[in-house]
């Protein structure tokens, strides 16, 4: 097994190793590093069965459940889907719209998740990649008055679902009372310090966070667009071009990701998992 850095911002390959197999501790704590250094791993040419994919996350933590339980793969409830395709009565197999919009995964949760793992079960030959932009630099480029400003700062994030759900091609059905009395949202630090790096990474997100806490309406709105734009600038951006069968395995304690739209008459399907994390400082 080696390590390929696959751009010098975040995302290395992991070549030579099979997500499937058994494997020992010291092939792990290798894995381990490299997830450290490169923020995405991703493992090519995968053969990965449904429960192997939820043994190998389950090799970081535990696995989170998702609120929106009608995308959850039928028999296996740690496996999102992210999919285009439809079932025979036409419905949805997954959400379609998945992850249009610069995010960070679950960051509406008080305890969002550490990492997720998407698997390419099939692709589009073009479109539908998967942008990351790194955290760590997005925060390393901010000016220094900027960041003083919004060192001890803290932001609400919500699941703004409404609004995703009324975006021109969406599919998703509507929220249950259950789910909407269970997204109450979070409130995390605008700067969080990676617990295995140590190093400080912007956390908020286009999608999901709303609003600074004890900041004005104007000045918050101001504010977070100014950090959305060091947070999304094309020099802090890694892409993903998918290829069959791709694990690719994303920290969210420093990184947003992006997916970009494919043509309609193509097919991408693919399942998620994603890892338990612990609550931001
Ligand atoms: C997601 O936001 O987890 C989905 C990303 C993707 O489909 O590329």
């Known amino acids: 097994m080696h390590i390929n850095a696959l751009s010098d911002i975040c ?81 949805p197999l997954g959400i379609e719209d998945a992850g249009r919009y610069w995010h960070t995964d679950v960051s509406y949760e008080a305890v969002p998740p550490m990492g997720s793992l998407l698997y390419g079960l099939e692709v589009p030959a073009e479109g539908g990649d998967t942008l990351f932009a790194s955290q760590y630099r997005a925060y ?11 060192a001890s700062l803290k932001a609400r994030h919500r699941f703004n679902y409404v609004q995703i759900q009324a975006s021109e091609d969406s599919t998703r059905k509507p929220l249950t009372e259950e789910q909407k009395k269970q997204l109450v949202g979070a409130v995390h630090p605008v700067v969080r310090t990676h617990p295995e790096t140590n190093r400080k990474a912007l956390y908020v997100n286009p999608g999901f966070t709303e609003s600074l806490i004890d900041v004005v309406e104007n000045e918050s709105r101001a504010l977070l667009d100014t950090l959305f734009g060091y947070a999304t600038d094309p020099a802090v951006i890694y892409r993903h071009t998918w290829q069959v069968r791709d694990l690719v395995f994303w920290d969210n304690r420093c990184l947003m990701h992006h997916a970009t739209p494919y043509p309609a008459d193509s097919i991408r399907h693919m399942h998620r998992t994603t890892v338990a994390g612990s609550v931001p400082v």
């Open 140 to 150: 390393e480029n901010i000016p220094a008055d900027l960041k003083d400003r919004v």
């Open 11 to 91: 995302g290395a390959e992991v070549v030579g190793f099979d997500c499937g197999s058994d494997f020992d501790d010291a092939t792990f704590a290798a894995i381990r590093e490299a997830f450290s250094d490169h923020s995405v791993l991703v493992f090519r040419d995968q053969h990965l069965t449904p429960e192997q994919h939820v043994a190998f996350s389950k090799r970081w933590g535990n696995i989170n459940g998702h609120i929106l339980t009608q995308y959850l793969v039928a028999g296996y409830p740690e496996l999102l889907a992210v999919s285009n395709k439809k079932d025979d009565a036409g419905q």
